[in-house]
């Protein structure tokens, strides 16, 4: 099983002082207790197999993926966040209509024009959704796949009343 911990993003700290982060970690279901749980909000899910991860920013009608090769690295192979650009490959994947439909009418569902899904895909092509962020970053995957969120988000704006 892995954990994610709930929270507003990276802590704003006073000038001079490291950031922190708390990343994906593995956790064993018999360290756990309610008590424990209840005192730090976390996202627990099983651990998924991966061949890779997708991130799919959706703005608009328009799902764009990328595929962020995260099992390359030691390193990233739990938690992308960990960033090892000259391991892990970033590319543009077409999103199968099997899971960009679904990813849209979420979206829609929640009155969105923009989100940014995390999702898996396993050795045997199956994937899996683990988040969708209303204010996920975007312009890493400009800078290391190519693909051009700021112009969707251009025209998404432009059209809007």
């Not at 709930?6 to 064993?28: K, L, W």
């Not at 976390?42 to 061949?51: G, L, M, N, R, T």
């Not at 970053?137 to 051009?148: C, L, R, S």
Request: proline share 6%.
């Amino acid at each position: 099983m892995i954990t994610k911990v709930v929270s507003p993003g990276t802590p704003i700290v006073a000038e001079g002082h490291d950031q922190y982060m708390v990343f994906t970690q593995r956790v064993d279901l018999d360290d756990l207790d309610e008590e424990a749980i209840r005192a730090a909000p976390a996202i627990y899910q099983p651990e998924v197999d991966k061949a890779f991860e997708v991130r799919a920013t959706i703005v608009g009608d328009v799902v764009l993926g990328c595929q962020i090769d995260s099992t390359a690295s030691e390193r990233t192979s739990l938690d992308w966040r960990h960033y090892d650009f000259d391991v892990v490959a970033h590319r543009a994947i077409d999103v199968p209509e099997t899971v960009s439909r679904p990813l849209l009418a979420l979206c829609r569902s929640h009155g969105l024009r923009y989100g940014a899904a995390d999702l898996i895909v396993s050795p045997d092509g199956s994937w899996t959704f683990l988040e969708l962020n209303p204010n996920g970053q975007w312009g890493w995957i400009e800078e290391q796949a190519g693909i051009p969120v700021d112009e969707h988000l251009a025209r998404e704006l432009a059209d809007r009343p």
